[in-house]
Structure formats: C-alpha cells, structure tokens
C-alpha cells in the first residue's frame, strides 16, 4: 500500500493540513487580541445596552440574571471586596485589571477557553443602613451572542455571595 493511499494521505499533506489549522487559530487569536484591548473603563456601566445578548446586570436597571436589583450582605466592605477578589481569582482565565476600596470598584476580565474572547466583569460595592450592597455587570467586549456565559457568571457570583459565611459586620461607608 503507498502513502497516498493511505486513509491520511502522505505524511507531507498531514503537515500542511496541521500548519494550515495553526495558522487559522493564531491568526484569529490575535485577531481577536486586536480588536478587543484591555479598556479603563471610566464610571461603572449605568445599564447594559438594550436588547443585549451579550450583558448581564444585578444592580439599577438590571437586565437578565433573574431581574435582580442587587446582592445585599451583612459584611463590611471591606470583606466584601475581599472576597469579590479572591472569587477572581479562582475562576478560570482571569484578570484583575483595577480596583478601588475607597470607591468600591472592582474590574476584572474573564477570557473563554478556546479563542480567549474578553468578558468585563464589574462589581460596585457601597453600604447602606450597615449592609453591603454589590452590584455586578458582566459583558462582551465583542461579538453579538454570549451563549449565556455572562449571565451564568452573573448567577454563579449570586449564588456565591448567599452561600458564603460573611462575618455579619456592619458596612459603614
């Protein structure tokens, strides 16, 4: 049997197919790269953009993740932010890029597996009547469609926030 009539073809033409399927991955991966940097982003987002499928928002205007206003705990804010950072940190393919315990700010980027699209994810932390309230809004930088990634993250650090012990210390601004 000769090489070209193998069920591969010849070991020449496996070559080419790989370095064709390298090429196309690192070209969109730095295209993606390119056309999606790292922003400051200057205020926290007031709403997500209207009939959005890439955004998701606990806080004033919210908008999908279960229609929720915000995340209310009996911490100070100081655990709060704490705690936001080191949920951060655990996930997977993530990025603190600013925070800000005075303002109670934190921006973080998530990137998916694959292509390493950039997700922001913020969070506003302020106190009221001795409680800590948490806003957070996730969105796509680019594309039109999250398949339901940031609003899964949305809900997971819901979920996080009234699983977790707090100290029951009042917030105090």
């Known amino acids: 049997m000769s090489e070209e009539d193998r069920w591969y073809g010849s070991p020449r033409k496996l070559q080419v197919f790989a370095l064709g399927i390298m090429t196309l991955y690192i070209g ?3 295209c993606i790269w390119i056309a999606a940097p790292t922003l400051e982003f200057e205020a926290y987002p007031t709403e997500c953009p209207e009939d959005s499928q890439n955004c998701t928002r606990i806080g004033p205007n919210p908008y999908r993740g279960n229609g929720e ?19 951060v940190n655990e996930q997977p393919r993530t990025q603190i890029v600013t925070e800000s315990l ?8 998530f990137r998916s597996f694959t292509w390493r699209f950039p997700d922001d994810m913020l969070f506003h932390v302020e106190c009221d009547n001795g409680s800590a309230v948490i806003w957070v809004h996730s969105e796509s930088r680019i594309g039109v469609s999250d398949l339901n990634v940031n609003d899964k993250r949305v809900l997971n650090f819901a979920e996080h926030s009234e699983t977790h012990e707090w100290s029951g210390n009042a917030c105090e601004a």
Request: glycine share 6%.
């Open 28 to 30: 969109g991966f730095l």
């Open 69 to 87: 206003v915000s995340i209310i705990v009996n911490a100070s804010k100081e655990e709060v932010m704490e705690e936001i950072n080191a949920w």
């Open 102 to 109: 005075q303002v109670g700010y934190v921006h973080s980027v």
